[in-house]
């Protein structure tokens, strides 16, 4: 389901800011993406992609604005 606009960026963070999270290696140094399905690390990499699309956008029109 899609995020309404008046709290897509909002809640995108909450989401974005959690994948960040499961990126952390956990102490005993185990692979997190061993748990995965492969829809999961499809769409962990696709995510990821879509991330630096991001980046780039935002680096061509300069700052971010608010």
Do not use: F
């Not at 909450?14 to 499809?42: A, F, G, H, M, P």
């Not at 991330?51 to 300069?62: F, K, M, P, S, T």
């Amino acid at each position: 389901m899609s995020n309404m606009s008046y709290c897509r960026w909002r809640n995108t963070l909450i989401d974005l800011q959690d994948c960040v999270d499961s990126l952390e290696v956990d102490e005993n140094c185990n692979d997190t993406d061993k748990d995965l399905s492969i829809e999961e690390r499809r769409a962990k990499k696709q995510l990821i992609e879509l991330a630096y699309d991001l980046i780039d956008r935002v680096e061509e029109e300069g700052e971010v604005s608010c």
